[in-house]
């Protein structure tokens, strides 16, 4: 464990349901792997930023929330499920840093498409709603539960041009194939396991050209709230693949409205409504979520016909890459009272690098799965 005693952060009471936190913990249910080595360090560091900006006692990792009563600040890797959950303790959105979702289904990219049609198979809990509420705020597309409508959605979507099919359970750009034909979409569809197209579904949506990619989203903690806008990068990993490699985020204290207030320009604000209606649009669809962590992937390029296209890729409802960012505008905002705005960034290298000295190290070293790798976070205005 790092010590944080001397690192500048001016700490702040926090509360929860009106009563102080006796604690932050890593949260990992009914004894799930923490994942890869640098996910299971950058989390830990995350806690602790966390354990000194809001002055509260840093437990390590509990598996049952039972265990710690129901005033302790949890960190889960990943978004929660009712339905896989065995502990009696409700977490809300004092105790959770985070998402919790009733199915399995909800916490993936698949609630971001309708089906194609009313008689179309899907799991229990489903919601059409959502689909018909985001309107535009998607690219055009949709989400299958078997083969024949996976193949079906994705012939309707060749016909005005190439398609991209999407694992909804992949991360980090992973996981995607684009279709230009129907054999190439077949080859795709049939590669699927029927098993996991059941359970989570797939995606399939029309494919944008020269794509750029926006990060909006809010995370509210102990009584603190920050939203932002800001746009990712890529890299290339250890097996010459495109993925994620980090954010840059301009965050604001408040809501999402408040962003408004930035000067930004129209495709950015375009992004913030997306990500507000599909915010608005999940809630409504799925009324139990408990949300602390939202964060939203949206995407703006061409489509086949050359139109300037802008709508919602997916969510994550869990801490993620960009949360090393977040906690350094939490950070700044304690810092300096008078502070309106802020810039912080995350970044993702597959190898050994160099780091600004003012960086916080979230991993620096070799990962047994991924490779060498360094993860950081830093403050840039």
Not at 86 to 101: A, F, R, Y
Not at 115 to 130: E, F, K, N, Q
Not at 232 to 252: C, I, M
Request: net charge negative; charged share 25%; hydrophobic share 40%.
């Amino acid at each position: 464990m790092i010590s944080l005693d001397h690192v500048g952060i001016a700490p702040v009471p926090s509360f929860t349901n009106g009563f102080p936190l006796a604690g932050i913990a890593l949260f990992d249910p009914d004894g799930h792997s923490p994942g890869n080595l640098h996910d299971q360090h950058s989390r830990e560091m995350l806690v602790m930023r966390l354990s000194t900006l809001l002055r509260v006692p840093l437990l390590g990792s509990v598996m049952d929330a039972d265990d710690v009563g129901p005033d302790v600040l949890l960190v889960p890797r990943d978004t929660l499920i009712d339905e896989t959950m065995t502990s009696k303790t409700k977490l809300t959105i004092g105790t959770l840093l985070g998402g919790q979702v009733p199915y399995r289904f909800a916490a993936t990219k698949a609630i971001t498409h309708g089906l194609i049609d009313a008689d179309a198979v899907r799991p229990a809990g489903w919601s059409s709603s959502m689909a018909e509420r985001l309107g535009d705020a998607a690219l055009e597309g949709y989400t299958a539960f078997t083969a024949e409508d996976a193949i079906e959605a994705g012939r309707r979507l060749l016909r005005s041009g190439p398609a991209r099919v999407k694992e909804v359970c992949a991360r980090a750009s992973l996981g995607q194939t684009v279709v230009e034909n129907d054999a190439q979409l077949v080859a795709v569809i049939e590669q699927q396991d029927p098993r996991v197209l059941a359970d989570f579904g797939i995606v399939i949506e029309e494919n944008l050209i020269d794509p750029e990619t926006y990060s909006v989203g809010s995370l509210s903690v102990a009584g603190l709230e920050i939203s932002y806008v800001g746009d990712q990068r890529e890299t290339t990993d250890h097996k010459n693949r495109a993925v994620y490699g980090g954010s840059r985020l301009r965050s604001v204290r408040g809501g999402l409205d408040r962003l408004t207030h930035l000067g930004l320009d129209t495709e950015a604000v375009e992004a913030i409504r997306c990500a507000a209606v599909f915010d608005d649009a999940a809630r409504r669809a799925y009324p139990s979520m408990v949300l602390t962590r939202r964060n939203y992937d949206v995407i703006a390029g061409r489509d086949a016909r050359g139109q300037r296209r802008v709508g919602v890729l997916e969510q994550s409802w869990r801490v993620g890459g960009a949360t090393g960012a977040e906690i350094a505008a939490l950070e700044a905002f304690a810092r300096s009272p008078e502070l309106t705005s802020v810039n912080t960034a995350t970044v993702e290298v597959y190898g050994i690098a160099e780091t600004p000295q003012d960086a916080v190290i979230y991993f620096k070293g070799t990962d047994p799965v991924v490779g060498p790798m360094t993860k950081y976070a830093t403050r840039t205005a």
